[in-house]
């Protein structure tokens, strides 16, 4: 076979031995004679599964007591219209920082009677680095942030103070590349095609004070609390992705981890970094301390 690069975002490349071992895999799982493409969700050998892919994730992100994790589909997009459903009772903020925030704007402004501020944003600065400062006030009922801006090849390395408010982050193209502190976070989401698995599930990690404050009557699907109390099992959730995500995590944890990778992924960003700034012909027009690890537009 001939292989090629690829550069593309999403969905991106996959670690070689996990396509080879879900090749292996594919015809016979756990030698249960079926393919995990056709075992029942609620049978003995895919329940563990998705245990297994939830205990990585503990694992690796360090997720700290008092949180849960929920496998949704319908992406990162609809995760932009669940959380300010969810979450938005009259007044949130976003931080604006290129396309992906924005998309998280406009469904929040879909919400009826929710007022959505943009508290911050780097948009008379084309986008080309991260807001710093940012005030919180105390009133709002979450602030949202993209870690990674994925189009724009900015990022916020850190969590943001939020004056006691709830932090919600899209990670969709950075989660599990480099350390956050998630005890920071209310609520982390990420489409996985990005760095975790295939396209179709969507991972989301939400501390159950954050949870408890969910609104009530919404449709199941579109309530986080479904996903929570049904193990992400209320209907059919996305089996393949979920198990080719697991296999990545184990690939992920024999690499030494998120601190292993994040040092990698530096090391790989300053290779193209230095070229595109020694370069005549190309640049990378990040201020520099906002450049992303994992998006290096030229
Ligand atoms: C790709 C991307 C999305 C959209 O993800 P889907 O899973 O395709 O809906 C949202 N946010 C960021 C930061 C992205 O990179």
Not at 44 to 61: G, R, S
Not at 86 to 92: E, L, P
């Amino acid at each position: 076979m001939k292989e090629v690069y690829n550069f593309s975002a999403g969905p991106a490349t996959l670690p070689k031995s996990v396509l080879i071992k879900v090749q292996e895999e594919l015809l016979s799982y756990n030698d249960s004679g079926m393919s995990v493409l056709e075992l029942s969700h609620r049978g003995n050998d895919f329940e563990p599964i998705l245990e297994d892919c939830k205990k990585l994730l503990k694992e690796l992100l360090n997720i700290p007591e008092g949180y849960h994790i929920v496998f949704t589909q319908g992406g990162a997009s609809l995760a932009f219209y669940m959380i300010a459903l969810n979450y938005g009772k009259k007044k949130v903020a976003y931080v604006d920082t290129g396309v992906w925030s924005d998309k998280a704007i406009e469904q929040a402004r879909l919400i009826p009677n929710l007022e959505v501020d943009i508290i911050a944003t780097s948009k008379e600065d084309k986008y080309l680095s991260i807001p710093k400062q940012i005030k919180v006030a105390s009133n709002y009922d979450y602030v949202h942030i993209t870690t990674n801006n994925t189009i724009e090849g900015t990022c916020f390395f850190n969590h943001i103070e939020t004056n006691g408010v709830p932090l919600i982050a899209d990670m969709s193209s950075n989660l599990l590349s480099s350390e956050y502190d998630v005890s920071k976070f209310d609520l982390i989401y990420a489409g996985a095609q990005k760095n975790l698995g295939p396209a179709g599930v969507t991972i989301v990690i939400i501390k159950d004070e954050l949870l408890n404050q969910g609104k009530n009557n919404l449709p199941h699907m579109l309530d986080y609390k479904t996903y929570v109390k049904n193990n992400s099992m209320y209907n059919t959730p996305p089996t393949f992705s979920i198990y080719v995500t697991k296999l990545v995590l184990e690939w992920l944890k024999s690499f030494g981890g998120v601190k292993a990778i994040e040092k990698y992924n530096q090391d790989k960003a300053k290779l193209l970094y230095d070229f595109l700034d020694n370069s005549k012909v190309f640049y990378n027009p990040i201020n520099k301390e906002d450049r992303s690890l994992v998006n290096i537009p030229f």
